[in-house]
């Protein structure tokens, strides 16, 4: 993968540090203490100011004459601190990030805003890392990622740029092969495909089409072109999934083997599923059926009687005409 470069010109900052003069008004000065500098440090104490010579030459008494040291309040030196995480993660830097792509309108990552995050990271948005991204950034909506989502995301991953979240895409799927992840994100998959603001509670068939070829990219099993055919040539009886069959589906496939000969519909599937099997042996049955008379037919083709096809009588005609008719 090249080198990814974001296309921001203009980041904005969102973690900027408090400014003194904000407290100016109010708290600008403090009598004869110590300064407190950038960072929390204290800087090194400046002795509160005295009266020299408490009368003048004359017997006169002296004005007071008090120092007041400018106060840099400390609440700055905390945000400087945490402006850093583990691992020197910058938050200003994920903020800024953020905002190269965040709609004008509202504080998220929208349609238009994730096309140009996915070229700049150069993935393609419908491709498997793309889905193991928003896994990690547990995005609630497909097409979207709000502030906290990418935030919370970048800080999980330990990414704050493009080409820190280009290259930990190779450990994100190695993580997502593990039978605990998968299974998490296999379930994370169903509820990513909703429309959260439609208030959907099952995956529209086509859509869920989709989602089970993307979900199963680094591990497919054997059966899941026969079981998505058979969704794809029953649309009047298969309008949606429902969570269930989603989530047993990914049962199915580690318990029943490829040819179904264990598979029991006394046991507890969903009744698709008996659909299913029972649609899957009737084609098994025709496909081999159709085998076996082509298998016949040519068998019979080998023997002396016969007849020649069409090809056989075309091809034995034209031999004939170079043999005779060449003089």
Known sequence: MGQCVTKCKNPTSSLGSKSGDKESGSKSHKKSGCAVGFGGHKEESIAPCSKSNNELSNGTKALEVTVETPVIPAVMGELRKEEYLE??????????LFSCYKDEQEDAILEEGMERFCNDLCVDPAEFRVLVLAWKFQAATMCKFTRKEFVEGCKA?????????????????????????????????????????????????????????????QDTPAILEHWLDFLAENPSGIRGISRDTWNMFLNFTQAIGPDLSNYSEDEAWPSLFDTFVEWEL??????????????????????????????????????????????
């Open 87 to 96: 691992g020197g993660l910058s938050i200003r830097r994920i903020d800024e």
């Open 157 to 217: 991953i330990q990414a704050d740029s493009l080409e820190g979240i280009c290259s930990r895409f190779p450990y994100m799927l190695l993580e997502a092969q593990g039978e605990e992840n998968f299974k998490d994100l296999y379930r994370f998959t169903f509820q990513f495909g909703l429309d959260a603001e439609e208030g959907q509670r099952s995956l529209q068939r086509d859509i869920a089409i989709a989602l089970w070829r993307l979900v199963f990219t």
């Open 282 to 327: 009737e084609h098994r049955k025709k496909a081999e059926e159709q085998a076996l008379m082509a298998m016949e037919e040519e068998g019979r083709c080998t023997e002396p009687d016969c007849p020649p096809t069409t090809d056989r009588l075309e091809t034995e005609g034209s031999r004939g005409s170079q043999t005779w008719g060449g003089h």
